[in-house]
């Protein structure tokens, strides 16, 4: 932080930041699909109506070879039952790290 804030007054400055300001869409986590692809689609274009920027930004999370978490944000190309698509060069760590440890973990965030 550019003024130099430490230790509590981090704590407290994180604290004090505004978070889920109203008005929140209504959402049931429990009438949501199991399955998240087919609906997609439509969650991100009610996204872009809200105002949304770039709802297609997603945060890519692997294992690297040592078995411990990356992650960074990639833009999703597309996504079918298929799978998930997105771009990136192929010997870059999001490149190779599905190579070895063939799991991920995507996360949007959709205020
Ligand atoms: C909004 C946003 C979208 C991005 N989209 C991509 C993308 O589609 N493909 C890509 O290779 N990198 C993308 N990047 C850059 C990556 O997040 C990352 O910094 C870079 O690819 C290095 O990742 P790696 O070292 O884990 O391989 C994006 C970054 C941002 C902030």
């Known amino acids: 932080m550019s003024d130099g804030k430490q230790g509590g007054e981090v704590r407290g400055w994180l604290r004090s930041i505004e978070v889920f300001s109203g008005p929140l869409p209504e ?8 399955d998240p692809v087919p609906s997609l689609p439509v969650l991100a274009s009610d996204a872009v109506a809200d105002g949304l920027r770039d709802p297609h930004a997603m945060t890519l999370s692997t294992l690297d070879e040592a078995g ?3 992650a960074r944000v990639r833009i999703l190309k597309g996504v079918s039952v298929a799978g998930w698509q997105f771009a990136g060069h192929g010997f870059s760590p999001k490149g190779r790290q599905p190579a070895v440890h063939p799991r991920a973990a995507l996360t949007f965030y959709w205020p």
């Open 27 to 34: 959402f049931a986590p429990e009438q949501a699909p199991e």
């Open 68 to 70: 411990d978490p990356d």
